[in-house]
């Protein structure tokens, strides 16, 4: 097959004309569709979600998955959340927070690879673990002692563009991520344990220590995410990013990558995660309650992956 029509058969290349497609019929939604102000609260919704996808790409692309991440967003929150409450300084708060979100990371990674446990159970459990103790902490308040400038993170943009400061640092984590994921040999350690498991443990991968350090980013990166949307909502409760797993997971895998592990590129996540964006708020302008637009994320999943399915079948019956 020629480079062109491998080009133009990629999932990417069907995503981008998805994206398209998604954009002008955004301009029929509503004439504010793609207004500035629009464009900007669309990327400034998404970039939460858009920061935890990044580590959840290399969790899934190892083969595994993590179900806690909303709930690890949620209790970074409240930790910092409650650093306000005892008068400390929203610098020492952020600090907490990501000292939290990266020891629940190592939690769910220990107990994976130190009991060999399947990471979908653990993390379901861990899901309950750390709501709860958000719960614990926090109970029914909510905290919004938030100075100016740490809103200005979440929903204050570059200037007088579309563009919010939150999505330049989303695109400052992406690159890094994407060398790290498509450059480095880290990166393809982490394809050859998705692929197959005992033949990268064989070629002298680190296997638990890869898987570990997988769910370590994981955790540390929601805490970032939780640093954002507690900026974007101007508060912090325990309920902070309940149900973010959905779009987090869709997203990725929207944007190609496997659900069953090997395989995925991180700027097809990009492209889903601009697709899952956009129709998102053309929904909105459209009058669709949130538990609506919570159908269609759960539609586009479930679609995505008989697709992955279909696709799957085809190619292995045409080596046949």
């Known amino acids: 097959m020629s480079f062109p029509l491998r080009l133009f058969v990629r999932w990417e290349t069907f995503l981008l004309l998805v994206l398209c497609a998604t954009l002008i019929l955004g301009t029929h939604v509503s004439r504010y569709f793609a207004t500035s102000s629009n464009i900007s609260i669309a990327l400034a919704s998404i970039t939460p979600v858009a920061i935890v996808a990044l ?56 107990i994976i690879v130190g009991f060999g446990l399947p990471s979908l159970v653990v993390t379901i459990g861990t899901l309950a673990l750390y709501r709860g103790i958000a719960q614990i902490m926090l109970k029914e308040r909510g905290v919004s002692s938030f100075p100016d400038w740490y809103q200005s993170l979440g929903f204050g943009t570059i200037g007088n563009g579309p563009v919010p400061w939150s999505s330049l640092l989303f695109l400052a984590l992406f ?106 708020n053309a929904f909105g302008l459209a009058g669709m309650t949130p538990e609506e637009q919570e159908i269609v994320t759960g539609s586009v999943l479930v679609m995505t992956l008989a697709i992955f399915g279909l696709s799957g079948a085809v190619r292995r019956l045409w080596r046949r």
Request: charged residues 10%.
């Open 55 to 110: 580590p959840m790409t290399l969790v899934i692309v190892t083969g595994e998955i993590d179900i806690s991440v909303g709930s690890i967003v949620g209790l970074c929150a409240t930790s910092m959340a409650v650093c306000l409450e005892h008068k400390f300084s929203v610098e020492l708060a952020m600090v907490v927070g990501l000292l939290v979100g990266t020891l629940a990371g190592l939690v769910n990674g220990l």
């Open 175 to 280: 690159g890094a991520f994407a060398i790290f994921l498509h450059v480095t040999r880290w990166g393809r350690a982490i394809y050859a344990i998705g692929n197959n498991r005992e033949a990268a443990r064989y070629s002298g991968i680190d296997v638990r220590r890869t898987i570990l350090g997988v769910f370590v980013a994981s955790g540390a990166v929601s805490a970032v995410a939780a640093i954002v949307l507690t900026a974007y909502l101007a508060s912090a409760r325990s309920d902070t990013a309940m149900g973010l797993e959905l779009p987090v997971i869709t997203a990725v895998v929207l944007g190609g990558v496997n659900i069953f592990g090997g395989s995925g590129t991180l700027p097809g996540v990009l492209i889903g995660l601009l697709v899952l964006a956009f129709v998102q």
